[in-house]
């Protein structure tokens, strides 16, 4: 009612006619409107955040993420494809996912997620099996998405197989598996990257410590050659050879006992077949002889006697070159070759040329 009913005139908002001060009935007063707008208000505020923090955040295949979903927030899901990257500087990770429809995109996180995600062992590795939701960058040649919460990563690692080095295959990429072997040698190309060389008897294969492993995971302990491991990583191709690479420092494993690195054999056992592969034989030191690049002994193990060709450089590593003289037992495991017609054995590492007890 905008009109007093007593005198006709406009009356406005008033309850009472300000000209014939008549009582206007049926009108609801001003601040009990204003009340109850601002409760519908801060109720509908409140369904509202409750609704955007219950509802699920939807998740979308990589293949079909386009311009017009710039800037949108969403979960993506797939495979870590390539070892994530750290600026120990600045916090700042990223690491590339591919999802089911082979699409990828890069992920990264700044310092406090980072940190948040470390301080529960979160953070990707090689193979693992990722499900982040965050904000999409689409550019025209690539597609990116910023974690802006680490509870809304999710990571799953496989359990490790157990798996000789020979069955570890091109195909096995992204696999991870799980190796027991020797260290047959410890190398840096360059500042960075370390490449330990495992054997087992089977054959050899690579481990990458990478500075960026070392500064998510911890200093990576030195192991020598000759030590036995246990490591358990991711299968990465480099050149389209396998290598190992582990999620943390902490997977590679010392071992107690030594894993052998190839078979004993009788001397009588070996023929050309057999050159170029890796054997282990004992005997007793029938001769030891020098030459001008190094020295020649003879082993006999009672079923044959074979020349084990020691070269200069690796004779003088050895710790006791004088213990293989003549009537000394030695254990000496090395590469059968074959020169002039004969079959002899060339130890690798002096570690692998061994006095034993008679």
Known sequence: MTHCPSCGRYVGPYDACPYCSARLSGRLPVRTIKRTAVLLSTLGLAILWLAATRAEIPTVPLSQVGATANMAYVRVAGWVTR??????????????LQDSTGAEVRVSAYRSETEALRAVGAIPALGDWVSVAGTLRVREDSVALTVNAPEH????????EERTIDAITPDDHLRRVRVRAQVWSVRTPYDGLTLVTLRDAGGTIDVAITRNLEALTGAFLPVLPGQSVEVAAAVSLYQDAPQLVPASVRDVVLLPETIPIAVTLPVAALSEADAGRLVTVEGVVTEAVSFSAGFKVRLDDGSGSLTVLLWQALYDELPDPAALTPGARARVTGEVSLYQGELELIPVRAVDVERIAN
């Open 83 to 96: 070892d994530p990257t750290y600026y120990a500087d600045s916090g700042y990770l990223a690491f590339t």
């Open 153 to 160: 990563v999710a990571l799953s690692r496989p359990e490790a």
